[in-house]
T-cell receptor
Framework: DGGITQSPKYLFRKEGQNVTLSCEQNLNHDAMYWYRQDPGQGLRLIYY???????QKGDIAEGYSVSREKKESFPLTVTSAQKNPTAFYLC??????????FGPGTRLTVL | GNSVTQMEGPVTLSEEAFLTINCTYTATGYPSLFWYVQYPGEGLQLLLK?????DKGSNKGFEATYRKETTSFHLEKGSVQVSDSAVYFCALSRNQARTALIFGKGTTLSVSS
């Protein structure tokens, strides 16, 4: 079945450590996105990529980094510069138009 | 810029009650509009969409009509079930294809039997 996978489902990190969240899709979608979800805040855009080897900052990119070396993969690194990284992270993709398909999410907790 | 405003929750209903979740938007151009649903601990699933004014999106008994004159896209269902308990997000497209959606803050629906 085609879809988007995110791993791990739960992730724990100590303060000061960088951590990378995985996002893989086999839908042959060109564009991929990372959102952050906090309680009562809806989804906020971190980064997005419309094609391989290109990406743009979203509304809250500070403290995060991404890469897009393959069409299928769009990993997100949460760096130690991110002041409040505990959140639910959602990856999405789209091929044409505007409809987006979402992965199951990764819950990151900083200890 | 574009923005979405949803009614705040939680919305608590009994089974078979009528549901309305209000959503209004501010946008330049002609955005597409969406409702997504999120069950506990999961990602978002597209519930329905409308791409132009007066379009009605529908799925699983839910409906929403794209009203340009009132800049609204309210979600309705005639008879809710316990299994409809979830968080519902209204969203609109930005002005370019393949750019990210703009989401409302979400409305939590709780249905009791």
């Amino acid at each position: 079945d085609g879809g988007i996978t995110q791993s791990p489902k739960y992730l724990f990190r100590k303060e000061g450590q960088n951590v990378t969240l995985s996002c893989e899709q086999n839908l042959n979608h060109d564009a991929m996105y990372w959102y952050r979800q906090d309680p009562g805040q809806g989804l906020r855009l971190i980064y997005y990529s419309q094609i391989v080897n290109d990406f743009q900052k979203g509304d809250i990119a500070e403290g995060y980094s991404v890469s897009r070396e393959k069409k299928e993969s769009f990993p997100l690194t949460v760096t130690s510069a991110q002041k409040n990284p505990t959140a639910f992270y959602l990856c999405a993709s789209t091929r044409e138009g505007y409809e987006q398909f979402f992965g199951p999410g990764t819950r990151l907790t900083v200890l | 810029g574009n923005s979405v405003t949803q009614m705040e929750g939680p919305v608590t209903l009994s089974e078979e009650a009528f549901l309305t979740i209000n959503c209004t938007y501010t946008a330049t151009g002609y955005p597409s509009l969406f409702w997504y649903v999120q069950y506990p601990g999961e990602g978002l699933q597209l519930l329905l969409k409308a791409t132009k004014a007066d379009d009605k999106g529908s799925n699983k008994g839910f409906e929403a009509t794209y009203r340009k004159e009132t800049t609204s896209f309210h979600l309705e269902k005639g008879s809710v079930q316990v299994s409809d308990s979830a968080v519902y997000f209204c969203a609109l497209s930005r002005n370019q294809a393949r750019t990210a959606l703009i989401f409302g803050k979400g409305t939590t629906l709780s249905v009791s039997s």
